[in-house]
């Protein structure tokens, strides 16, 4: 099975190549609000009660976690005493684009409020480095697999939202194959490749696809065998995001069953150290393929 024949018969119309969204806009605005306020000795308390919100609010402003009303912003460029008129209309016209909607907008009722943030951080990532433990990764699996994984969290639910979710996973893949795909460099347990989601013949398609996935240039795929014992990330999946603008720092996802995380910048150090463990501990990516294939030839 090729990933052409699985990406392919997706229309294109509703996510154009690397779509822009506002995942970025607040996370380079966040940024420069954060070294303007800490330039004038301002505390994030100071901050928020000149503009009657509560620290908590614009700390995550500062983290690019929420949208930010333009009044807001005009008048912490005030407050931070900013009189570059060029730069005032340059984080103003962020403040707008922060709010814009991305194109998964269209799901707005299936997609949570916790999820959003990082479907934007995805969408405009240059390198995305993943350890699933339980899953194949979201971006690498076939529509047959993504419904017997996304039937097993939302069973019950109607036919038609299980439909809309798995072409929502399906549009996200869009990424991988157009003109500026992401690194995506992805370790998986063992198990997950071992667990029979959906029966044999899911599997059976889900290993192909994973085989003809390793052959393209930006998508990197190591198995981390049971033979590796113990190691750094047994306790769930970790997701490293990594930007485009280069003044951004890295960005960690911990996803739970029914929320997610972004921890705090001092632990994102930690976190990319497990990755980089992860790596050296799993079995190289030139083994990878012959490994799928024995899983293949045992179904």
Partial sequence: MRISEISGNLPDRRVPDRPPGPAVPRLVLGERLRRLREAQYISREEAGEAIKVSDVTIAQLERGRSAVRERDVTDLLSIYGLSDADEQATLRALAVQSNAPGWWHA????????????????????VIRSYE???????????????????????GAPAAQLRRRTELRMLRQRILHGRRPPHLWAVIDEAALRRGVGGPETMRGQLEHLIAACELPHVTVHVMPFSAGGHAAAGGPVTLLRLPERELPDVIYLEQLIGASYPEQEDVEYYRHVIDRLVTDAAPARETRGILLGMLDAL
């Fill in 107 to 126: 799901y707005h009722d299936i997609v949570p409020d916790w999820f959003h943030t990082y479907l934007g951080l995805e969408q405009a990532a240059d």
């Fill in 133 to 155: 433990v339980q899953f194949v990764p979201g971006l690498l699996q076939t529509p047959e697999y993504a419904r017997a994984v996304i039937e097993l969290g939302h069973a």
